[in-house]
């Protein structure tokens, strides 16, 4: 959660009927338990993704676990998303059998990028809509000009098509 942009992320979605699945930082939930309780109290799901945004490729097993334990603590959510995409094999069988659910993206936003124009971002995202896809966005400071744009693109392109957006479960 961030304190002024996903309040913005959270009117698009609600402006367009839509429904998403935040991936939340554990750290980030214990400073904005608020804007936190607000994404659950609109109807969207939430996931975990580290308690500190760890690497999982960088991070020692047993280190990596216990933060995704700490989250868990504060998100409650069987549903994991590995920061940048990266964790180890062995990682992510020990969390399948802790009982999580690894979720990946279909298509990356690259919202985060400041070497890409938010016409480009947007583009990423508006030029493959198809039913199932899982599109990554971030709602941070770095992202926000990038993110802001290209989500409400997509959601006008894809709703005006007659589709919709639901959270996972």
Request: aromatic share 10%; with cysteine.
């Amino acid at each position: 959660p961030h304190p002024r942009i996903t309040p913005m992320v959270l009117s698009l979605l609600s402006k367009y009927k839509a429904k998403a699945t935040f991936f939340c930082i554990g750290d980030r939930v214990n400073r904005y338990p608020e804007i936190f309780e607000q994404l659950k109290a609109e109807g969207h799901a939430v996931g975990n993704h580290t308690q500190q945004h760890l690497n999982g490729w960088k991070t020692n097993t047993e280190e990596y676990l216990n933060d995704v334990e700490k989250a868990n603590a504060v998100i409650q959510s069987n549903l994991f998303r590995p920061p940048y995409g990266r964790i180890k094999q062995r990682q992510s069988r020990l969390l399948i059998k802790k009982g999580y659910k690894i979720v990946m993206w279909t298509i990356l936003s690259a919202d985060y990028d400041k070497n890409i124009a938010k016409e480009v971002c947007s583009a990423r995202v508006t030029d493959n809509i198809e039913n199932g896809m899982i599109y990554l966005f971030h709602d941070s400071e770095k992202a926000e000009e990038r993110m802001g744009y290209a989500l409400e693109k997509l959601l006008e392109t894809a709703t005006s098509k007659g589709f919709t957006f639901r959270k996972l479960d």
